[in-house]
């Protein structure tokens, strides 16, 4: 499956925990074009996994990336992503750069999020948060077009995020 993007885009990757985001981006994007959440946590509050210092953290994810955008640099958002208001940051910093929001939708079941959650060491929420999560996720498919994302492709399972090629698009 070809996923076009546009050469200079803001590209929000879109799953619950565990659906395989951060892989995703490891394996399309070098990691200074990848901007993660967790890692911005970790800058402002030694602590990847303190939810207390997210807002904080998007600020100057939020910062970052204007700045990429600004000098023309393709960047990526590795985040959840799953409520409307942390999207809208991300139209919001694409919209004051002339760059067109992408979203890239990983949708897996969520029993295989719970599973690959379970194994990892990173991670200690329990099922339920994963539930609500997924619930997000399919509340959020309908509302990225109206949310201003000019592209969004959704990858349904492991066997199309697995097949998934980024193709980028010229803009001129
Ligand atoms: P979070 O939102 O918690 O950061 P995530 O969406 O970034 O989660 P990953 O960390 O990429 O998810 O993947 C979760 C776990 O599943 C990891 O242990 C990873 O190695 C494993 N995983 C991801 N993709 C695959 C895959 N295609 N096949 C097998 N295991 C996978
Ligand atoms: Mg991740």
Redesign the pocket.
Known sequence: MILDVPELSLVALV??????????AARHWAPTQVLSS?FFRGLVADDENDQSASSDAFDVLHYVAGKRLAAGRLTVV?A?NLQSHARAGLVKVAREHDVLPTAIV?DVPESLAWE?TQ??TD?TFGRQVITRMHRDLRRSLGQLAKEGFRKIHVLRG?DE??AAEIRYEKLF
Request: hydrophobic residues 35%; proline residues 0%.
């Open positions: 799953g619950i925990s565990g659906s395989g985001k951060s892989t995703f967790d590795d959840t990983l690959r194994a990892r991670r492991v995020i697995a």
